[in-house]
């Protein structure tokens, strides 16, 4: 367990962000006798999904409603899948203008400095179609 210092500081943000996160029901820390919040495992691994879906420009309402979708006890809300997976569509469909608009970039660098950059979005395409069959089949 931690206190909100703790968790900040590993997590590189603010207690004011964190205060926020609980505040709307992201983080559900713990009190104890002495009105401490304490944040466990899952409260790191939910600031850890809130980065990672920050870092995909997605909107702290959205954030929310995906982690918990995720956190659902195993009932379904198909309203909430169906949301969730919209939300996928639309950042593939975000990355698929992106690499659009950066093809014209690729045919100006040198064979080597295209090879690279192909190789690497190609790993990361593959592990990407992996978890989509995945997750489809």
């Known amino acids: 367990m931690y206190r909100i210092g703790e968790i900040a500081k590993l997590k590189n943000i603010s207690k004011r962000t964190i205060d926020y996160y609980t505040q709307i029901g992201l983080l559900n820390p713990i009190r104890t006798d002495s009105n401490y919040r304490l944040y466990s495992d899952e409260c790191l691994q939910i600031l850890n999904m809130v980065e990672h879906y920050k870092n995909l420009n997605m909107p702290l ?77």
């Not at 100006?108 to 179609?129: C, F, H, M």
Request: charged share 30%; glycine share 2%.
């Open 61 to 137: 309402e959205e954030i929310k409603s995906s982690i918990e979708l995720i956190k659902s006890d195993n009932t379904i809300d198909k309203q909430k899948v169906e949301k969730h997976f919209k939300q996928i569509a639309s950042i593939m469909q975000h990355l698929k203008e992106e690499i659009h608009v950066m093809e014209p970039i690729l045919q100006k660098l040198n064979d080597q400095q295209r090879e690279k950059y192909v190789n690497r979005l190609s790993s990361e395409g593959i592990t990407l179609a992996q978890t989509l069959l995945l997750l489809f089949s």
